[in-house]
């Protein structure tokens, strides 16, 4: 019989495989998208994820960068934040993919083209795309099918105002080596270095806008995007969201969840590609010792800062008079700064 079933071949669910059967499991993903699939991304890896792909054996191309720095959009002033454990890393979503199947086909996981709609489980295992496994494993994304169908989704605060993720890349060399977050009134803009001649783009917001419309909202990004010389065609731009998503559990029965799928709060800090590759670790581990109700917790311990801190922060971007003052803080206050950045790191 299959021990891991996964619904979805995006990176949790490539790297919950590839856990699995280095750890000596039979496990077939279902997707019902060829890869590699280009969807909406920072696309920033932070030293952790860099480190844990490696433990993989996964080579993934892109450019490294030094840390996080915070810049006044409107004004330039700025806070920065170098990473102590090694670079992170700026990597296309799309090869981030790509070495993930590769790696996992080499390790022999099946991938099979579907979809993952019903579920039905009892006290040994699990039915789900025509195929019976003793766990399902969902990592179907942000809007996840598997969360629904189970009716798992948390309802958020009624009061709260949904966001939306928008990305797209530009032909021009980085000037810089860290990831710029451009913080202006309304929303904020990721600058992250990909390749020696690429970097992507990727606003949050409240406003349901195009994405030239939101840019203009950084003036000196747009400027020197402007300065760069981009020429060609502009690049298609990705949209996701809205970007928070509750979930009640990460295990119901037979049913465990990873990544984007298992509940999220914002991409603000940028650590959804890190989790989703630790979390499918500790996922793998628990249902190896045969304690997988245990992963609820694992995933609680794992993403206790991330969800804290991508809280407060959000929290605090959403106040009038304290949305200002975030970037001024963290220029004042360095070291707090940098040790905030290295939390997450």
């Given at each position: 019989?299959?021990?891991?079933?996964?619904?979805?071949?995006?990176?949790?669910?490539?790297?919950?495989?590839?856990?699995?059967?280095?750890?000596?499991?039979?496990?077939?993903?279902?997707?019902?998208?060829?890869?590699?699939?280009?969807?909406?991304?920072?696309?920033?890896?932070?030293?952790?994820?860099?480190?844990?792909?490696?433990?993989?054996?996964?080579?993934?191309?892109?450019?490294?960068?030094?840390?996080?720095?915070?810049?006044?959009?409107?004004?330039?002033?700025?806070?920065?934040?170098?990473?102590?454990?090694?670079?992170?890393?700026?990597?296309?979503?799309?090869?981030?993919?790509a070495a993930l199947a590769?790696?996992?086909?080499?390790?022999?996981?099946?991938?099979?083209?579907?979809?993952?709609?019903?579920?039905?489980?009892?006290?040994?295992?699990?039915?789900?795309?025509?195929?019976?496994?003793?766990?399902?494993?969902?990592?179907?994304?942000?809007?996840?099918?598997?969360?629904?169908?189970?009716?798992?989704?948390?309802?958020?605060?009624?009061?709260?105002?949904?966001?939306?993720?928008?990305?797209?890349?530009?032909?021009?060399?980085?000037?810089?080596?860290?990831?710029?977050?451009?913080?202006?009134?309304?929303?904020?803009?990721?600058?992250?270095?990909?390749?020696?001649?690429?970097?992507?783009?990727?606003?949050?917001?409240?406003?349901?806008?195009?994405?030239?419309?939101?840019?203009?909202?950084?003036?000196?990004?747009?400027?020197?995007?402007?300065?760069?010389?981009?020429?060609?065609?502009?690049?298609?731009?990705?949209?996701?969201?809205?970007?928070?998503?509750?979930?009640?559990?990460?295990?119901?029965?037979?049913?465990?969840?990873?990544?984007?799928?298992?509940?999220?709060?914002?991409?603000?800090?940028?650590?959804?590609?890190?989790?989703?590759?630790?979390?499918?670790?500790?996922?793998?581990?628990?249902?190896?010792?045969?304690?997988?109700?245990?992963?609820?917790?694992?995933?609680?311990?794992?993403?206790?800062?991330?969800?804290t801190l991508t809280a407060?922060?959000?929290?605090?971007?959403?106040?009038?008079?304290?949305?200002?003052?975030?970037?001024?803080?963290?220029?004042?206050?360095p070291r707090l700064f940098?040790?905030?950045?290295?939390?997450?790191?």
């Amino acid at each position: 019989m299959i021990d891991l079933l996964i619904a979805g071949g995006g990176p949790a669910g490539l790297a919950t495989a590839i856990h699995g059967a280095l750890a000596g499991l039979e496990v077939v993903v279902v997707e019902p998208r060829p890869t590699p699939i280009d969807k909406a991304c920072g696309e920033g890896l932070m030293p952790g994820g860099v480190r844990h792909l490696r433990d993989l054996g996964v080579p993934v191309a892109g450019q490294p960068f030094r840390g996080i720095r915070y810049v006044d959009g409107e004004t330039g002033r700025h806070a920065e934040g170098l990473f102590r454990s090694g670079p992170g890393l700026g990597a296309r979503r799309t090869e981030l993919q790509a070495a993930l199947a590769e790696r996992a086909s080499r390790l022999g996981v099946r991938v099979l083209p579907g979809r993952v709609d019903q579920v039905r489980q009892d006290g040994d295992r699990v039915t789900a795309a025509g195929l019976t496994a003793r766990y399902l494993v969902a990592a179907d994304g942000l809007h996840s099918p598997v969360r629904r169908g189970l009716g798992l989704s948390a309802p958020l605060a009624p009061r709260r105002r949904a966001r939306y993720g928008l990305r797209r890349h530009y032909a021009v060399e980085p000037w810089s080596d860290l990831v710029e977050v451009h913080w202006s009134a309304r929303c904020e803009a990721y600058v992250t270095p990909l390749a020696p001649d690429r970097i992507g783009v990727a606003v949050l917001t409240c406003d349901q806008a195009p994405f030239d419309v939101q840019l203009a909202r950084f003036p000196l990004l747009s400027a020197r995007l402007a300065a760069a010389g981009t020429t060609g065609a502009p690049a298609a731009v990705r949209g996701a969201g809205p970007l928070r998503q509750g979930a009640r559990v990460r295990v119901a029965g037979r049913v465990l969840f990873v990544g984007d799928a298992a509940g999220y709060v914002d991409a603000l800090t940028g650590e959804g590609l890190t989790l989703a590759v630790t979390a499918a670790g500790e996922l793998v581990r628990c249902v190896r010792a045969g304690r997988p109700q245990a992963y609820e917790q694992a995933w609680r311990d794992l993403t206790r800062s991330y969800r804290t801190l991508t809280a407060s922060l959000l929290w605090a971007r959403h106040q009038p008079r304290l949305a200002p003052r975030i970037v001024p803080a963290a220029a004042r206050l360095p070291r707090l700064f940098t040790g905030a950045v290295n939390l997450l790191a």
